[in-house]
């Protein structure tokens, strides 16, 4: 697979791609930090789709006119830009799935779970990596054993290990926190699982847009992304699993492509990834996802990534010189995500004061609710960053948030 050329980053000439940044919110420039929920869409994905739809759409993989091939085509690319842009071990181990939610709940119904059997989970999943396993909990009899973080989303390796057992089915983490920001040390937990026998799942719908993931050298058993966090469209999400682990795993949906044979008395089913690929796939948002990573992949993720961080240091820094702010996770390597709560207003509140001034914020539990009780809240306000967002736009964030903390007073 070659690589795509490489472009040096140059944040005006970013924000020059995505159309929407230059819209005004209540009278005021649109200010966007609400990247961790969604980001915004650059131009060439929206015409990869659109152009798509205009010249070139048909059903994928059964039709053998021109229209069908191209599109296959273009879908099956699509593939092989994931598989690229998360270093997989090879395109045929990529699942498109209709989001990141969908993938981990692919691997959850198809484990073989008997009562007893155990799932490691961290207090600071998302939604999505727990509600499956407590599926499990609920009707297979399964047990969910969970690892404690401290303040700032680090994890005891120690205390992972004393966690997994003999009836450990499945270590499922999140690989960077969706309000903490905290990163998963994910190679150590693959050596501590994979020595004694348990596979690990890893929710990468944050990661991934934040720093570069490399699937082969992690080892991981599988790995769950979303597109419309990585600047592609809603509807699309990527399940990875390692051949051997995928070979295993029953379908999760049935209809058309999952099939081989189909006759009145069996049916056998067709190889990964097809298998769990039921019925029409989401077409336009596969191609429109390869042409996000392919414009991802193109620039300087490290450039990127140092840009980001520079965004949360400095809105980070100016917070806590604020003695009415506190902030949630403060490791030194975390994401571009900055939680925190203004004293004596609600985050909703904070958050609606915030749009007034065309700031746009996240406030709620973030689907985190065990992580607000760890927390010893119930919700926090979120800013969260992207490529795009600039130096000068933490700087107004800011100023726009002590305005509401005076409105609020």
């Given amino acids: 697979m070659n690589a795509p050329i490489k472009r040096p980053f140059d944040v005006a000439a970013v924000r020059a791609q995505f159309p929407i940044l230059g819209r005004t919110v209540n009278d005021r420039p649109l200010i966007y930090l609400d990247n961790a929920a969604s980001a915004q869409k650059p131009e060439v994905v929206i015409e990869a789709m659109s152009g798509a739809m205009r010249g070139r759409y048909a059903n994928v993989h059964r039709g053998l006119h021109t229209l069908a091939n191209e599109t ?6 699509a593939r092989t830009s994931l598989a690229r842009f998360l ?13 990141g939610t969908q993938a981990i709940n692919i691997v959850a119904a198809g484990l073989d779970i008997r009562p ?24 297979k009899g399964a047990v969910l054993k969970w690892l404690d973080i401290d ?9 992972l290990d004393a966690l997994i057992g003999p009836r450990t089915r499945m270590v499922a983490l999140t690989h960077m926190s969706n309000v903490l920001a905290a990163r998963t040390p994910a190679a150590d937990v693959v ?5 004694k026998g348990a596979p690990v799942l890893l929710d990468g719908c944050q990661a991934a847009v934040h720093g570069r993931v490399d699937l082969t050298a992690l080892d991981v058993d599988f790995y769950a ?31 058309g492509e999952m099939i081989d044979i189909v006759e009145r008395e069996r049916v056998t089913y067709n190889e990964p990834p097809h298998r769990f690929e039921a019925g029409t796939p989401p077409i336009l948002e596969a191609i429109g996802l390869g042409a996000a990573v392919d414009w991802l992949a193109a620039m300087d993720r490290s450039a990127i990534e140092a840009h980001e961080n520079m965004l949360r240091d400095r809105t980070m820094d100016a917070l806590r010189s604020l003695n009415w702010v506190k902030l949630y996770g403060q490791a030194p390597d975390k994401g571009a995500i900055v939680a925190f709560s203004v004293d004596g207003a609600h985050p909703h509140d904070v958050a609606q004061i915030l749009d007034r001034q065309g700031v746009a914020v996240r406030a709620g539990h973030h689907c985190a609710q065990p992580l607000m009780q760890r ?13 795009y967002n600039t130096a000068d736009e933490a700087d107004q964030f800011i100023e726009a948030l002590h305005k509401a903390r005076k409105l609020l007073s």
Avoid: Q
Avoid at 90 to 97: D, V
Avoid at 151 to 159: K, R, Y
Avoid at 377 to 382: E, F, I, P, S
């Fill in 375 to 387: 927390l010893g809240v119930t919700a926090t306000a979120r800013a969260s960053f992207a490529c």
């Fill in 116 to 139: 007893g059997d155990e799932i490691v989970l961290s207090v600071m999943e998302h939604h999505s990596n727990i509600v499956p396993w407590h599926f499990l909990r609920e009707r």
């Fill in 225 to 255: 992304c979303t597109g419309h966090k990585l600047y592609g469209p809603t509807g699309i999400g990527v399940l990875y699993g390692k051949p051997e682990r995928l070979a295993i795993l029953p379908p999760f949906e049935g209809g």
């Fill in 72 to 77: 296959t085509e273009a879908y099956e690319a």
């Fill in 151 to 159: 303040d700032d989303g680090d994890i005891d390796l120690l205390a």
């Fill in 87 to 99: 270093n997989a071990p090879s395109r045929e181990s990529i699942i498109f799935t209709k989001s």
């Fill in 191 to 195: 050596r501590i699982a994979h020595a």
